[in-house]
């Protein structure tokens, strides 16, 4: 399988609007890979796009995509639903307001997310409806699992009370990928789907030193019930047997600059950070 990290960045782009602090100085003085954007994805093997931040577009662009045949959301929040409008901008012609075939995207989606979908809305109604009447998407819900093309896609989801955050595990022709963005926690590594992965794509949980305006985290905060450490994290990777580890949804108020994740990923040569661009091959 060949991946596309379009955003690496999570709730908090880089830099931050209006931020001094010297890793959003930074950004803005060397961009990319020291700047990063929303959370999002892309599966080359059959153009399918992993969440929609706000700034989607700009990383469509940027990363030379030309085609988008599927569209999946991880959860709903709005970094990764914000730019849920790129069908649109994708698949419209003018002349009737309505879809090119060809361009019509195709988004497969767990029952239980698709149910919560209109909820997403304009002054209009919901976005999913006047998509769907217009032509730009064309829904494809499942249960549990979906095949397109040569890929098999099964959805775990992560009970976050509130709602259901999902990790999908893409597999072909025997290579596995677990994609786990972020709110993961308790992550469900009695399923056999995501052991033994070619490569885990996760976000790497908390840091706790070296953050932001001195902050600790105290042992009742509310990030540390959808958040593994990041030395859990680590542990946990090595329990399911993760070949590969890539680390995404890289946090602004971490306080750590691109350099920083290098020197920590020089320590365990199976894992790196991820940066807005950076392009594998997984392989076996």
Known sequence: ME?????????MVIP????????CQEARLKGVPYERTGPAAFIHDENLLIDTPAEIAIQLNRCK?????????SHLDPDHVEGFRIVEQIALDFRSWKAYLEKKIRLIIPEYLY????????AYGPLIDYYEAQGFVETRSFKSGIRIGDIDITAIGVDRGSQIAFIY??????????YAPCDIKPFPEHRSEVKNADLLVIQPGIFEAGLKHGFVYPGH???????YTFEETLELSYRIGSKRVLFIHLEEYWNRSHDQYLRIAKDDARINFAH?????HITK
């Open 169 to 178: 595990v893409f597999e072909k022709q025997g290579v596995r990928m677990v």
């Open 276 to 280: 807005d661009g950076y392009h594998t």
């Open 221 to 227: 905060h509310i990030s540390r019930t959808t958040l």
């Open 65 to 73: 995509v030309q085609q988008v045949n599927y569209l999946i959301f």
């Open 3 to 11: 991946l596309t990290i379009l955003g690496s960045g999570g709730c």
């Open 115 to 122: 149910d919560r979908l209109k909820k997403i809305q304009s």
């Open 16 to 23: 931050k609007p209006c931020c001094q602090c010297r890793v």
